[in-house]
């Protein structure tokens, strides 16, 4: 027996579909996610959800599925798909739940007219008013249409909250009736939704922007400490073995660095950075590094940003400073560590230092103002430079 290629059949197992919940959320995102999906605006989608609640809690049961069928959203994806909202899909979307109502208003699954009437016009004043459609309004500046259409909005919101407060007693009753107070109150927790999911989602694309700024500013100051330092280096040498020492080092430093993999060795304590640090400088700048310290502390986030910092000011006054020793003071307290670095060399203006010079804009000052800490540059030319380090002890 004999098997043609249009004998075989091949299965795929039947998954589910799924969207990644949005930022711009309310509750959960998951709402906002699904309506990216399918270019609807997300106000009309919740609008509908909490209209639809109330015949026989379809909404809530629409929403856990869709928040079952959603991933967590992406921390770095910026909410950029606003402008592709088809308004058409929006008039669908109420089509839809207006039919629903329907059928349930004919099988007698809802709470009745006195109560789904004002709740249909809350559910689209909200709509009305949140929504970007200006379209259908007119030939209007958008200016003007966007007034027509908050007003609007706003409009449908009070007659449809009074229609429900109505029912509790009257409007007079408010500020009796805890009812009506609920009612008044609902409508404007409603109201109020869809600015809260937008203050959500510009706090978590501020969030994600200074998580980004934060690590490219890392990422950059590690390459100038070490990639760039070490090609000027070896730019300055005439010896191809010492050129082959220094690439090799670099890239067992970088390759460290990327792959998070300390090699065996590395110091974990103060004290011994220093010595580490004086050791390498030495041998790097040919130049002669006096180095005290008093105290000390195994290696955290201050120490090492300590360590950070006054390897960048001995390089600087190695290169620039035109002399053959540089002194190093640090000390370790309960409080705070400090840190010295001062040259006889021969300085220079502190007020004029160029924009584009990042080893003491960045990698100094900025480095340990990042981890709370202050940083003064004192020279003066002719005389020497001081660089004065403070980073204050953390405690757990």
């Known amino acids: 027996m004999r098997l043609c290629e249009h004998d075989l059949v091949i299965t795929r197992p039947a998954t589910l579909p799924t969207v990644q919940r949005s930022s711009d959320r309310v509750i959960t995102g998951a709402a906002g996610g699904w309506a990216k999906r399918y270019d609807v605006d997300p106000t009309v989608v919740r609008v509908a959800l909490a209209l639809l609640t109330f015949v026989a809690g379809l909404g809530a049961v629409i929403y856990g599925a869709m928040f079952l069928l959603s991933d967590p959203p992406d921390a770095g994806s910026a909410h950029v798909w606003a402008a592709r909202i088809d308004h058409r899909r929006d008039l669908s979307v109420a089509s839809a739940v207006a039919a629903v109502l329907i059928v349930a208003r004919q099988l007698g699954v809802w709470p009745g007219d006195r109560i789904m009437l004002p709740a ?13 459609n200006d379209d259908v309004i007119g030939r209007w500046p958008p200016a003007v249409r966007r007034v027509v259409r908050v007003v609007s909005g706003i409009a449908l919101l009070i007659a449809g909250v009074a229609s429900l407060a109505n029912l509790t007693g009257g409007l007079g009753s408010v500020g009796a009736s805890l009812s009506a107070i ?7 927790a409603m109201f109020g939704a869809p600015a809260l999911g937008r203050i959500l989602r510009d706090l ?13 500013a890392r ?9 760039l330092q070490s090609l000027v280096l070896i730019q300055r040498s005439t010896d191809p073995r010492r050129m082959t020492y220094l690439a090799r080092r670099q890239e067992r430093e970088l390759r460290g660095w990327l792959y998070g993999d300390a090699p065996i060795g590395d110091p974990t304590t103060l004290h011994a950075a220093v010595d580490a640090l004086t050791s390498a400088l030495e041998a790097d700048h040919e130049i002669r590094v006096e180095a005290v310290v008093v105290g000390d502390q195994p290696l955290d986030d201050a120490s090492r940003a300590m360590i950070a910092a006054l390897r960048e000011a001995v390089v600087n006054a190695a290169q620039h400073a035109n002399v053959d020793r540089v002194d190093v003071f640090v000390e370790a307290d309960a409080a705070e560590l400090n840190g010295f670095v001062r040259d006889t060399g021969v300085g220079f203006d502190p007020a004029v230092i160029p924009s584009d010079r990042h080893g003491i804009n960045d990698s100094i000052v900025g480095r340990v103002q990042r981890i709370g800490g202050t940083a003064t540059v004192n020279s003066k030319v002719g005389v020497g430079t001081e660089v004065e380090i403070r980073i204050p002890r953390r405690r757990s």
């Not at 501020?206 to 998580?211: G, Y």
């Open 182 to 188: 609920a009612v008044v109150i609902g409508g404007l």
């Open 120 to 132: 249909a016009a809350v559910a689209v004043g909200v709509a009305v008013a949140w929504s970007g």
């Open 219 to 227: 990422v950059s100051t590690h390459l100038h400490d070490s990639v």
């Open 204 to 216: 978590d694309e501020e969030r994600s922007l200074r998580i980004r700024e934060d690590e490219l």
